[in-house]
């Protein structure tokens, strides 16, 4: 497919999508929440990719921030509308989706763009990045699951802090609070990142994605992690994956891993 405003490879069965507006410092608006939501969903779809790497173009940004000139005369009614949309279409999708998504920080991460990073599975930053929620000065609140997202990887406390003050953090701040898992250098950012996902592809798909179902539950409303865990760890029995993994075991190889 052709986009807009994103840039998608296919590599070693790795899927980089790049967020490709650097003279608006990679700002989200709704057509590239489109392109996003477009890709991911192709990519979801495409038995050739195992993990998805989101990251932005240039040196400077990740994303920074939402396009605020799209929604500066938005009334009550369709600001509610453009949350629930990109949530849906968008952040919400990339939590749940069965195959990891990994956010590759580059620079600066600040409202939606930070929101797209947590809505990924896990983060890994270059050490010129900036993170933070500035939403409270333009009025607003985080709308794309950042006031849900953040307390659950800092805490309640920091998040209050964070969000109440638009502080902006460092990339080590975000590393200590756990916001990202590592710290790299802008020029080993993709190339680290590719490390772990080659990790993740040696084991089975089908596991993998229970494994994130599972994670996941335990931050829902209404839903019982233990029991999603008991259910999924079960499923797993049936799968090929499963006779396949611990045949390699007992055989002492390499378990070669379809997915099925």
Known sequence: MNYENIL???EEKIATITINRPTKLNALN?????DLSNAVNA????E????IIITGNGEKAFVAGADISEFANYNVVEGAQLAAEGQEALFDFIENLKKPVIAAINGFALGGGLELAMACHFRIASDNAKMGLPEVTLGLIP????TQRLPQLVGKGRAMELIMTAAMISAEEAKQYGLVNHVVSQAELLSFTAV???KIIKNAP??????IKAINANFKDGKNGFDIEIKSFGECFGTQDFKEGTTAFLEKRKAEFTGK
Do not use: D, H, M, P
């Open 206 to 211: 089908f596991a993998i994605g229970k494994a």
């Open 48 to 51: 050739e990719v195992r993990v």
């Open 43 to 46: 990519l979801a779809n495409n």
């Open 30 to 34: 709704k057509s590239t929440i489109g």
């Open 196 to 198: 772990i996902a080659q």
């Open 8 to 10: 998608v490879a296919i």
């Open 143 to 146: 709308g794309y699951g950042g």
